[in-house]
């Protein structure tokens, strides 16, 4: 079993930077790959951001591309996301999640093994 707890989240206002952490415990030698997702309030949860732990390769979602970098620290088995530029359609609950070995297509959909309780980002205008 795999632990994600993540934190970081907060107010900001538009043009503003946040960064989210996700400190992940227990079996993690065996995850492929890590994403950070959202869902805004009456909408459905929605892909961010993945990376693939074996090369670090990133896949964004197209309206987060070029303002946030998703990121990990091996050592400290946390992952990140750099959010700048911030925006108000970016108010969201965040969630991590890891998966076994789903490929990043897969995790694009959603498909994880392991999720986090996540975290509230407000952006104002």
């Known amino acids: 079993q795999v632990q994600l707890a993540e934190s970081g989240g907060g107010s900001e206002q538009a043009g503003g930077s946040l960064r989210l952490s996700c400190a992940a415990s227990?079996?993690?030698?065996?995850?492929?790959?890590m994403g950070w997702f959202r869902q805004a309030p009456g909408k459905e949860r929605e892909f961010v951001a993945s990376l693939r732990l074996i090369d670090t390769y990133s896949d964004y979602a197209d309206s987060v591309k070029g303002r946030f970098t998703i990121s990990t620290n091996f050592a400290k088995n946390t992952l990140y996301l750099q959010m700048n530029n911030l925006k108000p359609d970016d108010t969201a609950q965040y969630y991590c999640?890891?998966?076994?070995?789903?490929?990043?297509?897969?995790?694009?959909?959603?498909?994880?093994?392991?999720w986090g309780k996540g975290t509230l980002v407000t952006v104002s205008s």
């Open positions: 227990g079996r993690t030698f065996s995850l492929y790959g």
């Open positions: 999640a890891a998966s076994r070995g789903a490929t990043l297509a897969i995790m694009k959909q959603g498909t994880m093994d392991y």
